[in-house]
């Protein structure tokens, strides 16, 4: 017979779904932007049009991805005269996934202890 869960479980349970539903969390799961944070990764600093240059997409539809990364807080970016230059926001994007993984942790050591073993 199954154990009641506790509220402290529930609890736990939430905050990993709150996470797992983030605006960060989505953001990551379009393959056009993981294709993006690699560019950026792999070439630094960059502007749109050299992003765009290496992406299958337009122009347009780079922008927009761009526009999501940022407000997700993937990347920030830099305006210089009249370009604007992302980079990837490296130490916050490293403590969102430290977040994450933490939280996955402590929710399956609590709800499910079966599954560390």
Known sequence: MKEILTNRQIKIAE??????DSKFFKTLSEPVRVQILKFLMLNGRADIGSIAENMPQDRSVIS???NLMQEAGILISEKETRHLF???NGQPFLEKLVDI?????????ECC?????
Do not use: A, F, G, Q
Request: proline share 4%; aromatic share 4%.
């Open 101 to 109: 993984t933490e939280k996955i942790n402590k929710c399956m050591k």
């Open 64 to 66: 927009r991805h761009l």
């Open 86 to 88: 992302y980079s990837v």
């Open 15 to 20: 905050e990993l779904v709150e996470v797992l």
């Open 113 to 117: 202890p079966d599954c560390c073993k």
